[in-house]
């Protein structure tokens, strides 16, 4: 175990009470009663609330749930773990003998501790370092969540905001058919256009096909 004094230095946080440091690097193979548990389930919902906020103003136009697609992928075991492997936190780890004895550490303790530090770094220093940390550690993650795909009926929304800041008109034409495979026909239009019509077995589809009609009408990919 590396002295904390250089996590410290890595995160360009110093710590003021010190032991809250030390709390959120105890695993509960070291400790059943003192460990960074508590620490995990509160860095945890710091973490969320961040990324969330992050995310709202970032992509003020963006559905919730594409939001929510972003969002889960920012948070998930696989980035946090990333996050942990970038600051060599397995260095710092207090872990039981049966981790000393084997080298290979598991991936749910590594971002189990990346999520404890924040905790830590949350009551140590409040909510503005805290934050100012994960968007300094998360900040390629944010950049990439902006690639993911983002559907037709959003886009539309999101250049019918942005251009008239008026939002897509969507009108249900036909319902027909039994409740088990119904069939839907819908009309959509922005400000200035025609009208572009699509079609499925829901509501929701239909309104995606129409919206990539005009989609594409208007050379928007």
Not at 90 to 108: A, Q
Request: net charge positive.
């Amino acid at each position: 175990m590396q002295n904390q004094k250089i996590l410290e230095h890595k995160i360009n946080i110093k710590f003021k009470n010190k032991k809250l440091l030390s709390l959120s690097l105890i695993h509960k193979s070291f400790d059943l009663l003192s460990n960074n548990e508590k620490l995990e389930f509160l860095g945890d919902r710091v973490l969320a609330l961040v990324l969330s906020k992050k995310l709202f103003n970032l992509y003020p136009y963006e559905s919730e749930g594409n939001l929510d697609k972003k969002f889960a992928s920012l948070v998930n075991r696989k980035t946090c773990l990333k996050i942990s492997k970038n600051l060599e936190l397995e260095k710092f780890l207090i872990l039981g003998n049966t981790y000393k004895k084997n080298s290979k550490i598991e991936d749910k303790i590594l971002s189990d501790a990346c999520e404890a530090l924040i905790g830590a770094i949350y009551l140590d220093s409040g909510y503005k370092v805290v934050e100012g940390f994960i968007l300094k550690f998360w900040n390629d993650e944010i950049k990439k969540s902006g690639k993911i795909e983002i559907d037709s009926k959003t886009k539309l929304q999101e250049y019918s905001l942005k251009r008239f800041q008026k939002l897509p008109i969507y009108k249900v034409l036909v319902y027909k058919g039994p409740q088990h495979i119904p069939s839907y026909k819908v009309s959509v239009k922005i400000y200035g256009s025609k009208f572009f019509f699509g079609v499925g077995n829901s509501k929701k589809i239909a309104e995606h096909d129409a919206a990539k009609k005009l989609l594409k009408d208007l050379k928007i990919k």
